[in-house]
T-cell receptor, first 114, second 115 residues
Framework: AQSVTQLGSHVSVSEGALVLLRCNYS??????LFWYVQYPNQGLQLLLK??????LVKGINGFEAEFKKSETSFHLTKPSAHMSDAAEYFC????????????FGDGTTLTVKP | DAGVIQSPRHEVTEMGQEVTLRCKPI?????LFWYRQTMMRGLELLIY????????DSGMPEDRFSAKMPNASFSTLKIQPSEPRDSAVYFC?????????????FGSGTRLTVV
């Protein structure tokens, strides 16, 4: 069975500050990990993904995430927050069973203060 | 590609009425997922299909909910009869089920309000 825990349902940062959204996963097999972003009144969009290979993954809008197997983590970061980054962020894990079904975390709402 | 297309974008209906939500996945994607999102319960997986076959419907809340996928390019989620507690945003997503590292493409959702 696989699961995802996102630490902190709400994160608030100032514009220009570092963004750190935390995600820990549990999977009995090598995981595939994803971050999605949801802007108000929109569907979720794929931000970045880890499959195999390089553990530091770069995504859209300057976000990146690092897969750390020893810590079972896949935290999302961005060096400098922009007002347009305000959204809800979801971490998800998939394994090689269940026709690609992903398990999603509960989401973290990011607020960016001017 | 136009992405995953959901219709209608908004639906307001009276309690007891039948509601049908529609989804057109991305051409070539063979897995399709229906989700419900509310403030209280977050994102919930209702049912998913692979190659048009329902694989897991354990998330369907009650017998009032049903879903079909008659072909690779169309799926419906039906609620009959609808109740106020069904008010939510319903998302459809599609993926390549045999490529587990692919990720999902979500539609824009249908906002359902049952009064």
């Amino acid at each position: 069975a696989q699961s995802v825990t996102q630490l902190g349902s709400h994160v608030s940062v100032s514009e220009g500050a570092l963004v750190l959204l935390r995600c820990n996963y549990s999977s009995s097999v090598p995981p595939y990990l994803f971050w999605y972003v949801q802007y108000p009144n929109q569907g979720l969009q794929l931000l970045l993904k880890y499959t195999t290979g390089a553990t530091l993954v770069k995504g859209i809008n300057g976000f990146e995430a690092e897969f750390k197997k020893s810590e079972t983590s896949f935290h999302l970061t961005k060096p400098s927050a922009h007002m347009s980054d305000a959204a809800e962020y979801f971490c998800a894990v998939t394994d090689n069973t269940n026709a690609g079904k992903s398990t999603f975390g509960d989401g973290t709402t990011l607020t960016v203060k001017p | 590609d136009a992405g995953v297309i959901q219709s209608p974008r908004h639906e307001v209906t009276e309690m007891g009425q039948e509601v049908t939500l529609r989804c057109k996945p991305i051409s070539g994607h063979n897995s399709l997922f229906w989700y419900r999102q509310t403030m209280m319960r977050g994102l919930e997986l209702l049912i998913y299909f692979n190659n048009n076959v329902p694989i897991d419907d354990s998330g369907m809340p009650e017998d009032r909910f049903s879903a079909k996928m008659p072909n690779a390019s169309f799926s419906t989620l039906k609620i009959q009869p609808s109740e106020p507690r069904d008010s939510a945003v319903y998302f459809c997503a599609s993926s390549l089920g045999d490529r587990v590292n692919y990720g999902y493409t979500f539609g824009s959702g249908t906002r359902l309000t049952v009064v």
